[in-house]
């Protein structure tokens, strides 16, 4: 059965397909689909997780075969996600998709991710078997002049209410980038803002135009670029601007967990310009991206964002240290200086 994106939490609080194929070119949305099919899975006792990312081209039917029809030694219930992204079933693999459609795999919840389909692929025998026995949910971009209403929705959830004004100069800010509307809308949560304060057009243009983001975002690319020298000039400009640490720590944390993702992905097989392509890394950033990753390892990059958990209780007061010294680490750390332990 085929659902819209705004059905979706809907569905899942009443009850959960055995199949999910998700599919479209808008990351966000299609993540954050994934997430709530996840989020509903594990409520309803699917603790275990599986994920097979094979290339395009590659014989991933076999492998899906092998492992729905494995045992699991550490839950009775699991979820399998198989991230298709451009790559299609061939004739093996329409094969056993047809198969697990007719007889879904016991206590198991399939989660398909893949580009957008296009009508020619809506046709095939292997779509038309998943969208019978479980749910099809197809993401579409958001139009612009429906991206004003998806910003206030969003920025509803995150407390934040936006005055008209507001809401079109952040969509016209982001030119159709749902990723940095987000992005926008979270940062605006990090702003000192009286309770029930509505946020008008001057406070968005303020943070747009702050030189201060343009340094944090500046201090990213530096860390990842390797200039250790300029990681710390930046940070004591931002210091001595008294720019909050929480969103210094924010822009941090945010890159690693994208590059935790992009270097699991890597060491499973999937090709860095694949992987760039997915997670919309800009020509412009490849060169500094790439060079992080020939550096640092999965294992490497959430040793990072454990030490960037560890900043956290240090900002919200939960252990002692300095903040500033901790951040300054960190960024070194990303540029791959070792450096002793604070």
């Known amino acids: ?9 809907q569905h899942l609080a009443k009850n959960i397909a055995p199949i999910y194929l998700v ?41 899906l ?3 729905s029809h494995s045992f699991s030694l550490f839950a009775t219930k699991r979820i399998i996600e198989l991230q298709l992204a451009g790559a299609k079933p061939n004739n093996e693999a329409n094969k056993i998709l047809k198969e697990i459609a007719a007889v879904p795999i ?21 779509f038309k078997a998943l969208d019978k026995a479980g749910i099809t949910l197809p993401i579409w971009p958001i139009a612009s002049e429906q991206l004003p209403t998806w910003i206030n929705q969003r920025a509803k959830k995150l407390g934040l209410a936006l005055t008209p004004d507001a809401t079109k100069l952040l ?25 029930n304060k509505t946020i008008d057009a001057a406070i968005i243009e303020n943070a747009a135009t702050d030189n201060a983001h343009f340094d944090i975002f500046g201090l990213v690319e530096c860390a990842l670029s390797g200039n250790s020298k300029r990681c710390v000039r930046i940070l004591d ?3 001595a601007e008294d720019t909050e640490p929480p969103l210094l720590l924010w822009a941090l944390t945010r890159e690693l967990r994208t590059l935790a993702d992009i270097a699991k992905q890597m060491k499973a097989g999937i090709a860095m310009g694949t992987l760039f392509s997915k997670f919309r890394i800009w020509e412009k950033r490849q060169p ?50 070792a450096i002793i332990k604070i």
């Open 1 to 9: 059965m085929k659902l819209a994106y705004h059905q979706l939490e």
């Open 23 to 63: 599919s479209g070119d808008e990351f966000l949305l299609v993540q954050e689909a994934i997430d709530l099919i996840r989020g509903a899975a594990r409520k309803a006792g699917f603790t275990e997780r599986l994920a097979i990312t094979p290339e395009p081209g590659s014989d991933w039917g076999k492998l």
């Open 65 to 67: 075969y092998a492992e």
């Open 106 to 126: 016991p206590d198991t919840i399939l989660i398909i991710s893949m580009h957008k389909l296009d009508s020619k692929t809506e046709q095939t025998s292997w």
């Open 171 to 195: 969509a016209d800010h982001v030119e159709g980038n749902l990723l940095a509307a987000a992005q926008e809308l979270e940062k605006l949560c990090l702003l000192k803002l009286p309770s």
């Open 237 to 239: 400009i931002l210091k």
């Open 288 to 337: 500094s991206v790439r060079r992080f990753l020939q550096q640092h390892s999965v294992i490497s990059c959430w040793e990072l964002l454990s030490q960037a958990a560890k900043i956290d209780r240090l900002i919200k007061g939960g252990s002692k240290g300095n903040v500033w010294c901790a951040l300054q680490q960190l960024t070194l750390q990303m540029a791959g200086n």
